[in-house]
C-alpha cells in the first residue's frame, strides 16, 4: 500500500511537469500579456477556464461598424489589473509550457470575473467552471456580448489556414504588413502597394480600423 501511494504522489508532481512541489501556489505582481494571459515576476501564467478574444479580432456594432474589441479587451484587463499583486493555484500546464492556474486578486477569481464582466469566454473545452457566468453576461450583453463576433478559437482556427479572415463590413481596410525584416507597416487604401499586398495573420499580420489604431499597436506607416 505505501508504494501505490508512493507512485500516486510521483504521478501527480510529473502531472505538473516543470512546476516545482514549492510553486504550485505562485504569487507576484500582475504583468498583463492580453486578455487570458499574465506574468508573475517574469512567470507565465494562463487563466484557467477562460478564453479572451484575440488581439486582432474586431467586432461589429448593432449598426454594421467595426471596432477593435480585441486590442479594448486586452486594455481593459490591463486596467484592471496591471501592477496588482495576484496568488494562483498552479493546475496545469499548456502546450506553449505556461502555467495554467486559477488566480486571484483581492480574495477574487480574476478569470470568473472577466467572464461575468464580458471580457472573456468561458473556456468550456477545458472547464466548465464559468459556464453560468458567461450565460448571465450573454444575457445581459455586457461586454463583447453587447456586439457582434466570434469566439476566439474559431478565429485562430481561421488565422492558422493562412487565409485572410472575413472583416465586419465597414472601415477596418488598413493592413498591417509585416516586412522580411520585422517592420511593422500599415498600407492605407490607395497606397503604391496597397493592392498587392497580403495579410498572413499566421505571421502576426492583421487588419486595422483607423489609423490611430495601427499605431497604437506598434505599426508605422508606409511610406508610398
Not at 106 to 134: C, N
Amino acid at each position: 500500500m505505501l508504494r501505490i501511494c508512493s507512485l500516486f504522489t510521483l504521478s501527480l508532481a510529473l502531472s505538473f511537469g516543470a512546476v516545482p512541489a514549492d510553486a504550485q501556489t505562485v504569487s507576484g505582481v500582475v504583468r498583463v500579456i492580453d486578455g487570458d494571459t499574465i506574468d508573475l515576476n517574469g512567470t507565465r501564467i494562463r487563466l484557467h477556464g477562460i478564453d479572451a478574444l484575440e488581439a486582432s479580432q474586431t467586432c461589429e456594432t448593432a449598426t454594421g461598424q467595426p471596432w477593435a474589441c480585441g486590442d479594448w479587451t486586452t486594455r481593459e484587463v490591463r486596467e484592471r489589473y496591471q501592477g496588482a499583486k495576484a496568488e494562483c493555484e498552479a493546475l496545469d500546464r499548456d502546450r506553449y509550457d505556461r502555467i495554467v492556474a486559477r488566480c486571484q486578486v483581492g480574495g477574487v477569481d480574476v478569470g470568473q470575473t472577466l467572464v461575468r464582466d464580458g471580457l472573456a469566454f468561458a473556456y468550456r473545452k477545458y472547464s466548465m467552471d464559468y459556464d453560468l457566468d458567461e450565460k448571465a453576461a450573454f444575457v445581459a450583453e455586457r461586454g463583447i456580448h453587447g456586439f457582434k463576433t466570434i469566439s476566439p478559437a474559431r478565429y485562430r482556427v481561421t488565422r492558422r489556414s493562412g487565409t485572410e479572415p472575413t472583416r465586419p463590413k465597414g472601415s477596418c481596410q488598413i493592413k498591417g504588413n509585416i516586412s522580411a525584416k520585422g517592420t511593422k507597416i500599415y498600407h492605407m487604401p490607395g497606397q503604391d502597394f496597397y493592392t498587392r499586398t497580403r495579410i498572413n495573420t499566421r505571421k502576426g499580420e492583421r487588419w486595422f480600423c483607423s489609423e490611430a489604431e495601427a499605431r497604437g499597436a506598434g505599426w508605422r506607416p508606409a511610406r508610398r
